[in-house]
């Protein structure tokens, strides 16, 4: 167990819905960070915050938007949903801004989009 | 941009030989990390390395990053089923970019 949670485990929806997605970092952690694992594709870096503020910017869609919360837990916001958005969606979590960082991951959303 | 290739794509050993995966950058890192996920799981970090040339040891597990800090290896001596899983690296370029390679999935055939 890694101390960082997400919600929900699964997640089934139609295309053009909107889903979010939560992540609870470790205790102690100020960063979280959000990836998208599709088969095809492994492991694509969304987005990273650190301490309530954005910190670096991955491959993320314009369609998907991510806050991080005064308490630390973040939100990943998924709109008009696609086919193609189907995938797990992890969160991870480390002490620092730098990515150099350990980083701790959580259990992962599989999200299926009909 | 910067890009992270892993060879091979997918490893199949008898228990009790060794494998070994190679990690490639097409830029310098500043170091480079390697991951571990078990079938089902979500990734779990094994090691970072920093300096050119270093070496690390972890029990069966042996990882390298090039002098050039483009390249690094991971190599487990006599794999056990409890290898079993997808290994990535993920290198860091001066934090311009954290990448992590396509993974190389392993299986260990008992």
């Known amino acids: 167990d890694s101390g960082v949670t997400q919600t929900p485990k699964h997640l089934i929806t139609a295309t053009g819905q909107r889903v979010t997605l939560r992540c609870s970092p470790r205790?102690?952690?100020?960063?979280v960070y959000w990836y998208q694992q599709s088969l095809d594709q492994g492991l694509q870096f969304l987005i990273q915050y650190y301490n309530g503020e954005e910190r670096a910017k991955g491959n993320i869609l314009e369609r998907f938007s991510a806050q991080q919360f005064p308490d630390l837990h973040s939100e990943l916001n998924l709109s008009s949903l696609e086919l193609g958005d189907s995938a797990l969606y992890f969160c991870a979590s480390s002490v620092s801004w730098d990515r150099s960082y350990e980083q701790y991951f959580g259990p992962g959303t599989r999200l299926t989009v009909t | 941009g910067q890009q992270v290739m892993q060879i091979p794509q997918y490893q199949h050993v008898q228990e009790g030989e060794d494998f070994t995966t190679y990690c490639n950058s097409s830029t310098t890192l500043s170091n480079i990390q390697w991951y571990k996920q078990r079938p089902g799981g979500h990734p779990v970090f094994l090691i970072q390395?920093?300096?050119?040339?270093e070496v690390k040891k972890q029990k069966r597990l042996t990882f390298q990053f090039g002098e050039a800090k483009k390249n690094s290896s991971l190599h487990i001596t006599a794999t056990q089923t409890t290898d079993v899983g997808t290994y990535f690296c993920?290198?860091?370029?001066?934090?311009?970019?954290?990448?992590f390679g396509p993974g190389t999935r392993l299986s260990v055939l008992p």
């Open positions: 993920a290198g860091d370029n001066y934090g311009q970019n954290f990448v």
């Open positions: 205790s102690g952690d100020l960063s």
């Open positions: 390395l920093v300096k050119s040339g």
